[in-house]
Nanobody
Framework: QVVESGGGSVQAGGSLRLSCAAS????????LAWFRQAPGKEREEVAR???????NYTDSVKGRFTISKDGAGMTLYLQMNNLKPEDTATYYC??????????????????WGQGTQVTVSS
């Protein structure tokens, strides 16, 4: 199980840091990712971290968002800076066993949190 926290409401240009408690997936054999889903849209990958902490970001958040883990790998973070209204969505943490690659599609992840809402006003 993974549990997200840290969502909220901010104005455009502001920052938020999301956290995901992922102690069951702290080993080096898991992929961890953040997805988001805006109203009326499909859930999309925002960022992922492979077992050796190599990050990958969707183009729309590059240079603004940073995915990371704490030293023990117990918590996954998503630091979001320079937020835009189009970042408004429910953000989900996901985990999956690493089998030579990390999934890029939501269907590749079997463990999901309940989501945390991020609202960015203009």
């Amino acid at each position: 199980q993974v549990v997200e926290s840290g969502g909220g409401s901010v104005q455009a240009g502001g920052s938020l840091r999301l956290s995901c408690a992922a102690s069951e997936y702290s080993g080096n054999q898991y992929c961890l990712a953040w997805f988001r889903q805006a109203p009326g849209k499909e859930r999309e990958e925002v960022a992922r971290l492979d077992p050796i902490d190599r990050p990958n970001y969707t183009d729309s958040v590059k240079g603004r968002f940073t995915i990371s883990k704490d030293g023990a790998g117990m918590t996954l973070y998503l630091q979001m800076n320079n937020l835009k209204p189009e970042d408004t969505a429910t953000y989900y943490c996901a985990a999956e066993e690493y089998l030579g690659y990390c999934p890029r599609q939501l269907g590749g992840y079997s463990v999901w949190g309940q989501g945390t809402q991020v609202t960015v006003s203009s």
